[in-house]
């Protein structure tokens, strides 16, 4: 039931924003909004179990990238750095900027999600330094340049003024980082 009103509250966000409400939801899942507030209290429990929710699918496919043998390494950091989940295409990330202004505990969840979970990318940079594919950074600068511009991408007025959807806009962020890593040539 949790993840049944997660993915409907998703889907209710992506075309509503932080404004939709449970009668929204409710009508989207088409369940009374008493059940829906048997498993979440309040809104605010809502929208922090969704950033949650999202990350978590964000996670899986990180791991999934990680995993897959495939792939060189450079285009593991690559993918783990621009993944997003198949179902977040369409999704109106600016609306983001309004949930860190109605919603300030799940704006703080968001951007420790954000800043959490570095291992993995670290550990492939690693990986690719050592093989002579990418160069030595400092990790801490590296992930402090993503997390800004992730943040900036959400939190800002860019994606609108810029007439960019995210996905688009991480991706070109994730080339130039990665891009600035690789050795050329190799």
């Given at each position: 039931m949790n993840e049944r009103i997660l993915e409907g509250a998703l889907s209710v966000f992506k075309k509503k924003g932080p404004k939709f409400t449970m009668d929204d939801i409710a009508a989207e899942l088409k369940m009374s909004k008493k059940?829906?507030?048997t498993v979440f209290n309040d809104k605010n429990e809502l929208m922090?179990?969704?950033v949650d929710y999202a990350f978590d699918l964000i996670k899986a496919a990180e791991d999934k990238i990680y995993q897959d043998n495939s792939l060189s390494t450079v285009d593991k950091i690559r993918g783990i750095l621009a993944v997003l989940p198949e179902n977040y295409y369409g999704f109106d990330f600016s609306a983001m900027?309004?949930?860190g202004e109605k919603y300030p505990m799940a704006y703080e969840k968001l951007t420790s999600r954000i800043e959490s979970g570095w291992e993995k990318t670290y550990e492939l940079i690693k990986i690719g330094s050592e093989d002579g594919n990418v160069k030595v950074v400092n990790y801490e600068i590296f992930k402090l340049i993503y997390e800004s511009s992730v943040e900036r991408l959400?939190?800002?007025?860019?994606l609108k003024k810029n007439k960019i959807d995210y996905p688009t806009a991480l991706k070109l962020v994730v080339d130039v980082m990665?891009?600035?890593?690789?050795?050329?040539g190799k």
């Open positions: 059940t829906i507030y922090c179990e969704m900027q309004q949930l959400l939190m800002g007025d860019f990665v891009d600035g890593i690789i050795i050329k």
